[in-house]
């Protein structure tokens, strides 16, 4: 039982370019996040899933795109990436089905680097 | 606006101390509470979860308390040690289950 893991653990991308961050989970778990952590400033969230094939906007969306096609995965998405976008970018999972608990469990990040 | 914060920002104790983390809330329709610890350059580790209907969570050493009418929680650390060391956020999930808003954290620095 890995629980959630995280795909690259580090990137570094030029300005413009453009990379995809794969989450997994082995939870069978509902939902989905992804938090970006900046210094001072905690865990902001980005785009959420409840579901296999649904995504939502939180709270700073822009610059991202994610896809959930398969319920064990999230992708997130930068198309054109810019150095504001440098950060650390945590996944999570939570809701066992039957289970709403809440309880989020969460990857071990990748350190992205914008230059 | 939801906004989660704690205080202090940091903290240093000697070792064997023991002593209490704040977490503040401004909406009171809070779903669950969760505390986590967070190593320099790892992940996040849960360490409770308190629900809205309940009052506290014990783990070990750890007592997390919720009193939802003052959108306050605790994390309350008993006889600290030199491993306690890193940083604790809390993360209060509202109404609707997927709406959590975290704390910047409190750095803690325990001393042999």
């Known amino acids: 039982n890995a629980g959630v893991t995280q795909t690259p653990k580090f990137r570094v991308l030029k300005t413009g370019q453009s990379m995809t961050l794969l989450c997994a989970q082995d939870m069978n778990h509902e939902y989905m996040y992804w938090y970006r952590q900046d210094p001072g400033m905690g865990l902001r969230l980005i785009h959420y899933?409840?579901?296999?094939?649904?995504?939502a906007k939180g709270e700073v969306p822009d610059g991202y795109n994610v896809s959930r096609l398969k319920k064990q995965n999230f992708l997130l998405g930068l198309e054109s990436a810019a150095p504001s976008q440098t950060s650390v970018y945590f996944c999570?999972?939570?809701?066992?089905?039957?289970?709403?608990?809440?309880?989020?469990?969460f990857g071990p990040g990748t350190r992205l680097t914008v230059t | 606006k939801q906004e989660v914060t704690q205080i202090p920002a940091a903290l240093s104790v000697p070792e064997g101390e023991n002593l209490v983390l704040n977490c503040s809330f401004t909406?009171?329709?809070?779903?669950?509470l969760q505390w986590f610890r967070q190593d320099p350059g790892k992940g996040l580790t849960s360490l409770l979860l308190i629900q809205s209907s309940q009052r506290e969570q014990t783990s070990g050493r750890l007592n997390a308390s919720l009193d939802k009418s003052s959108g306050r929680s605790t994390l309350y650390i008993a006889a600290s040690q030199p491993g306690d060391s890193a940083t604790y956020l809390c993360a209060a999930c509202f109404t609707g289950g997927f709406k959590t808003i975290f704390g910047a954290g409190t750095r803690l620095f325990v001393k042999a």
């Open positions: 909406d009171s329709a809070i779903y669950n």
């Open positions: 899933s409840v579901g296999e094939g649904t995504t």
């Open positions: 999570a999972s939570s809701y066992p089905e039957g289970r709403p608990t809440y309880e989020q469990y």
